[in-house]
């Protein structure tokens, strides 16, 4: 099966120029400049021509940070990996890497089966995994060094989440030191949850319970702290460090100082803290608690230091850390108390364009939108080249993008399993056109034209962004 895509400009980490792509079986054959002899040549031989005159044709995005079926907060986040990577790839991201949990006193190979055992035959969208290690112990360490060699290269340590899956500092620095041998990439989730439970409970005493309490209750001054001190544990354990979803200016600030030493501290922001802030979370009634997340979102004033941040790559990564769970009975559990409302926003299907509006506004380049959605979570991941570049032998992971369109993001749209959108009525220039994933194409404008279980599993080598 041949695929050429034509007249369309090829958008890279690297820059945009009209090239033709052609396309054969799963992989990307070839590109020739747009209408050149060679290009021509190629639409004999054709068996489907896209034609994507006025439009990007981009890598198809890859989201480094999702959580399907997720069980939290007494709970399970409302997407599946049907639903989930459907709406992936309706957002043009063809990847995801979600997380396997580490029961307590469980084995991370368990973990590791159990949600291989959820995805398989599923997915609209190629996947892989990381794993979080909530145990951290001789035979937890000794599996790392197994799932490094079958392909599940980083693992997720939480400094919050005191008593669920938060892990000490000893421990963190053991999970570092192990990756220091085995070449894995430890991420972690920084903020000091000690203290956090401390402010929560006092909060609760006074009898603040309405959503906006979770913002408060976290302060951005303890995600610094928290940054910080796993960037000191990496540095002495000799290991790189991934900082997910980073959420503030201090936070960043940690992380660009230990960047400009040379040290390896790899970050990720979230499009929730680049679109949305704590006059979401104060919204009336309870509908904050639309918008719980954690860390939780920020005062304005945060979001320019973060673009600021992609622009100059202390940020290399945007994922969405989509974690749904709808208002109607998910969000509802914390109802007169916020520490029951589960956390986690909805976000995977809107991830591509919100970046996109980056672009627009003249924050970020239109080839940093393509490198921070995909190129670069590819190379952190391990994926290049098979993801994230649109390069002969790569995936044929392609979105055709039109920069032309407009539209508006609404929840009675959206392909995600829940109920709300974040971004109810926002305005949108850009959509997704049509998405290849491994040559087959599973978006055609509104219309789902891939098939479940067409989304393979896709081992990862390790780090391939380290100085
Ligand atoms: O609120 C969030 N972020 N939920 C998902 C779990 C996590 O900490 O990433
Ligand atoms: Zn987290
Ligand atoms: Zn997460």
């Not at 054959?29 to 896209?50: C, I, K, N, P, Y």
């Not at 929730?272 to 802030?277: G, I, R, V």
């Amino acid at each position: 099966m041949r695929t050429l895509i034509k007249n369309g400009t090829v958008v890279s980490a690297e820059g945009a120029s009209a090239l033709d792509v052609l396309v054969d079986d799963e992989r990307v054959l070839a590109l020739a400049a747009g209408g050149s002899e060679l290009a021509r040549s190629w639409q004999t031989g054709a068996d489907r021509v896209l034609d994507a005159s006025s439009k990007y044709v981009i890598p198809g995005g890859v989201d480094a940070h999702t959580h399907m079926e997720m069980p939290f907060g007494g709970t399970t986040a409302a997407d599946t990996f049907e639903t989930g990577s459907r709406a992936a790839a309706f957002g043009g991201t063809t990847t995801i890497i979600d997380f396997a949990i580490q029961a307590r006193g469980g084995s991370l190979c368990a973990a590791l089966d159990s949600w291989q055992a959820k995805a398989a035959g599923k997915c609209a969208v190629d996947y892989g995994f990381h794993v979080i290690v909530s145990d951290v112990n001789d035979s937890s360490l000794k599996e790392m060094d197994v799932l490094v060699g079958q392909g599940v290269t980083s693992f997720k340590l939480f400094m919050a989440y005191p008593g669920v899956f938060y892990a000490s500092d000893r421990e963190i620095f053991e999970a570092m030191d192990r990756a220091a041998g085995n070449g894995a990439l430890v991420m972690v989730h920084a903020e000091n949850g000690i203290a956090i439970d401390a402010i929560v409970a006092a909060a609760l005493a006074k009898g603040q319970t309405d959503p906006i309490f979770h913002g408060l209750t976290r302060p951005a001054e303890l995600e610094g702290e928290a940054v910080h001190r796993a960037i000191v544990l990496a540095q002495v354990a000799k290991s790189p460090v991934y900082i997910v979803h980073v959420s503030s200016a201090e936070a960043l600030a940690a992380v660009a100082e230990a960047r400009r030493r040379g040290q390896n501290v790899l970050a990720e922001t979230c499009p929730q803290y680049l679109f949305l802030s704590e006059e979401d979370l104060a919204r009336p009634g309870f509908e904050g608690a639309k918008f719980v997340c954690t860390p939780p979102l920020r005062p304005r004033i945060h979001q320019a230091a973060l673009w600021q941040g992609l622009r100059i790559d202390d940020l290399s990564v945007v994922a969405t850390d989509h974690c749904p769970f709808s208002y109607a009975g998910q969000k509802e559990l914390g109802l007169g108390d916020f520490t029951k409302i589960p956390n986690g926003l909805p976000s995977l299907e809107n991830r591509m364009e919100l970046i996109y509006q980056g672009v627009v506004a003249g924050e970020i380049s239109l080839s940093r939108w393509v490198e921070v959605t995909s190129t670069n979570p590819a190379k952190v991941f391990g994926l290049d080249p098979q993801k994230g570049t649109i390069t002969p032998g790569s995936d044929a992971d392609i979105v055709i993008y039109d920069p032309h369109a407009t539209g508006t993001i609404s929840a009675s749209t959206h392909h995600m399993a829940v109920d709300y959108s974040c971004y109810e009525g926002k305005s949108i220039i850009g959509r997704v056109d049509a998405v290849l994933s491994r040559g087959r194409q599973v978006v055609d404008g509104d219309t789902y034209t891939g098939e479940r279980g067409h989304g393979r599993f896709v081992p990862r080598q390790i780090c391939q962004c380290l100085r």
